[in-house]
């Protein structure tokens, strides 16, 4: 554990976890799903159900959805912001669950052309971590770059995608492979210690087999 785990990060609001974490998580499932969100439904769960509304977790989590920093003076009036772009949103205090992490959020998003369902949590200190993407088991932070790909599960798509990052020079810090049946769409989560390079999300979209790639920056 650091000081930064301890103190938590420069944000607007009283817990790092319930506000900063929050916002965190609005902006990962905004960037997951690619484009501006235009509807959003998110069941809160657990700790974030009971005290959210109190510790400002629900503007944070429209605020983040609408791509603002933990330090962002707006989250304070982000349903107001919300109403201003044209964001339709829903929040819902979901059942309790042991099984899942006290600071638990579930997005389902719609765009003017993607849906996406996000499920995430905040961890303590601003960080947070993504739990699932449309149905998928994932892990990863968003401290990294980060590489999605949707791809058929066909022998040789993970091999095609990491040779070609290790011949650009990249370091692959994670990855984590999912799929739901043997054969049928899969999801791959690459995190790199380098910076995604412009053009990257072009060449592995046309490798054979992937159906969609997605670049989340560092939240």
């Known amino acids: 554990m650091n000081l930064f785990d301890i103190i938590g990060p420069v944000m607007i609001g009283p817990s790092s976890s319930h506000t900063a ?3 965190r998580l609005g902006n990962m499932a905004r960037n997951i799903l690619g484009e501006e969100p235009r509807r959003a439904r998110i069941i809160v769960y657990n700790s974030f159900a009971k005290t959210g509304r109190g510790h400002g977790t629900d503007k944070a989590l429209i605020a983040g959805l609408l791509g603002f ?3 962002d003076e707006r989250i304070k009036t982000s349903f107001e912001e919300a109403g201003k772009r044209g964001l339709v949103y829903e929040l819902v205090a979901g059942e309790d669950d042991d ?3 006290p600071n638990t959020a579930l997005f ?3 765009g003017a052309t993607r849906k996406t369902e996000v499920m995430g949590c905040s961890i303590g200190g601003g960080r947070v971590k993504i739990t699932a993407v ?3 088991e994932v892990d990863f932070s968003g401290e990294y770059p980060t590489i999605i790909t949707v791809h058929r599960d066909r022998p040789g798509i993970v091999a095609r995608v990491t040779t070609h990052l290790a011949e650009k020079g990249f370091n692959i810090a994670r990855m984590r492979v999912s799929r739901k049946t043997k054969g ?3 999801l791959m989560i690459i995190e790199t210690d380098e910076p995604l390079p412009e053009g ?3 060449v592995l979209a046309s490798i054979e087999d992937i159906c969609r790639v997605l670049l ?3 939240v």
Request: proline share 8%; aromatic share 4%; net charge negative.
């Open 21 to 23: 974490g929050a916002v």
């Open 69 to 71: 920093a933990p330090d």
């Open 99 to 101: 099984s899942l992490h």
């Open 108 to 110: 389902a998003l719609e």
């Open 134 to 136: 449309d149905g998928f």
């Open 184 to 186: 049928e769409k899969a």
């Open 200 to 202: 990257i999300k072009e």
């Open 216 to 218: 989340i920056l560092p």
